[in-house]
């Protein structure tokens, strides 16, 4: 039975400044040549610039006027946070969306960053953290909609506060659940302080659902030499439209947590059974997010973890 299509309308982004991470495939390129051709300036920042070469030659063709630039990003370093935020405050354009979607799942065995942080804690949630608060002054400029996206696993599993970055017994599945928890509980957080101290953004949390892309892919970088059974039989799902979307679905949730006006604070995944597919809606929030005690924990370790403090005022 032919998939129904599914899809929004995002307004016009014509003169607004949009940074995305993870841009060069999957999701985040669909994100990317919508956020194209809605107007918006895109700056994606990649680990490999070939591959985001490629990524723009391939929205240039789906939006040949794009306005869209490359800058170097390795979120596993902190240093090569540091250097993107100096180089985008240097340029002193106002950011008006940032949309944290790079990420990395399940690798076989525990590797680390370079600062030494188990590999998803450091990628997808200090690496995100320590951006923020080196663009902190362009989001202010720019009055900015922080959107970061997390993951269905952030509806399972725990934070390990005893050992963060899983020295004492590394679990793939535990450790990327703990990464997004502390994600979706800095980006409420964020939302929270901003109120409170002036800074006039606005902070929201999405998650995709459940879609074919390179998270579980083979991944040579991480140890994974094949695709894992989980990524086949979530292509078998999605190609006969069962209980999983495609990465054009799954990127819509995150488009509209960016996009739309009254979106503060709000949490965004797609609406069908399970909310692994469908279209994109108001989530209920996770059960294991609404701590603003483990979100004010979770900020503070990180900010002590990274050097990376975000101003009160």
């Known amino acids: 039975m032919p998939r129904t299509p599914i899809d929004i309308t995002l307004p016009d982004l014509t003169g607004r400044r949009a940074v995305l991470t993870g841009g060069s495939d999957g999701i985040g390129l669909r994100i990317a040549t ?32 794009a306005k869209i630039s490359l800058r170097q990003l390795d979120l596993s370093s902190l240093e090569s946070v540091t250097a993107l935020a100096d180089t985008l405050r240097g340029e002193g354009d ?19 960053t370079v600062d030494g942080f188990e590999s998803q804690f450091g990628v997808n949630h200090l690496g995100h953290f320590a951006l923020v608060a080196g663009l902190l002054p362009l989001l202010r400029a720019g009055r900015a909609r922080v959107t970061s996206q997390v993951s269905v696993a952030a509806n399972q599993g725990a934070i390990n506060w005893d050992d963060l970055n899983w020295d004492r017994g590394y ?42 892309t390179s998270l579980l892919s083979a991944r ?6 094949e695709d894992t059974r989980s990524v086949r039989l979530i292509r078998w799902l999605s190609a006969r439209g069962i209980l999983a979307g495609t990465p054009e ?10 996009t739309a006006p009254d979106a503060a604070g709000r949490f965004y995944g797609p609406k069908g059974p399970g909310h692994t597919s469908g279209a994109p809606a108001e989530q209920k929030l996770f059960s294991r997010l609404r701590s603003e005690e483990d979100a004010r924990r979770i900020w503070q370790v990180s900010e002590e973890l990274t050097g990376a403090a975000l101003p009160a005022a």
């Not at 040579?220 to 030499?225: A, I, K, M, S, T």
């Open 34 to 65: 919508r956020l194209a051709l809605a107007g918006a300036e895109v700056v994606l920042p990649v680990r490999n610039p070939r591959k985001g070469e490629a990524a723009i030659a391939g929205i240039r063709r789906t939006a040949p006027a």
């Open 94 to 112: 106002p950011i008006h969306l940032l949309i944290n979607n790079a990420g990395v799942m399940t690798p076989p065995t525990r590797q680390t």
């Open 171 to 212: 679990h793939g599945m535990h450790a990327y659940s703990q990464s997004k928890i502390a994600f979706g509980l800095f980006g409420l957080e964020l939302q929270r302080r901003s109120i409170t101290n002036g800074w006039g953004i606005s902070s929201n949390l999405s998650h995709p659902g459940v879609a074919p």
């Open 220 to 225: 040579p970088e991480l140890g994974r030499g």
């Open 249 to 258: 679905t799954a990127a819509l949730p995150s488009l509209t947590a960016a």
